[in-house]
């Protein structure tokens, strides 16, 4: 069984950063996608960023530019980056893993903890 620990997360004023962690286990990383998701009061989940097992990235248009997505396959760990954070960007994190299609689709029966993150203005 697959499980996901993310961290990193915290309180930061508008133009800030913080970088989230997700470490992985039960689950043949390096060979599949890596996607971070959010999820807002009151809102859907969303896609934030995701990467391929080789190194392919893709991000919602709202956070390209200042958002990056990195893994570490050694350590079963994806990383994001997230810099010039606005108060929009308060959410509950969330990674998950599997094929380029369920990570893009964020299609997944179960979910880790997820960190929070609150930017303040």
């Known amino acids: 069984q697959v499980q996901l620990v993310e961290s990193g997360g915290g309180l930061v004023q508008a133009g800030g950063s913080l970088r989230l962690s997700c470490t992985v286990s039960g689950s043949s990383f390096s060979i599949n996608a890596m996607g971070w998701y959010r999820q807002a009061p009151g809102k859907q989940r969303e896609l934030v960023a995701a990467?391929?097992?080789?190194?392919?990235?893709n991000y919602a248009d709202s956070v390209k530019g200042r958002f990056t997505i990195s893994r570490d396959n050694a350590k079963n760990t994806v990383y994001l980056q997230m810099n010039g954070l606005k108060p929009e960007d308060t959410a509950v994190y969330y990674c998950?893993?599997?094929?380029?299609?369920?990570?893009?689709?964020?299609?997944?029966?179960?979910w880790g903890q997820g960190t929070q993150v609150t930017v303040s203005s």
């Open positions: 998950n893993t599997g094929s380029w299609v369920a990570v893009t689709a964020g299609r997944f029966g179960s």
């Open positions: 990467i391929r097992s080789i190194g392919i990235t």
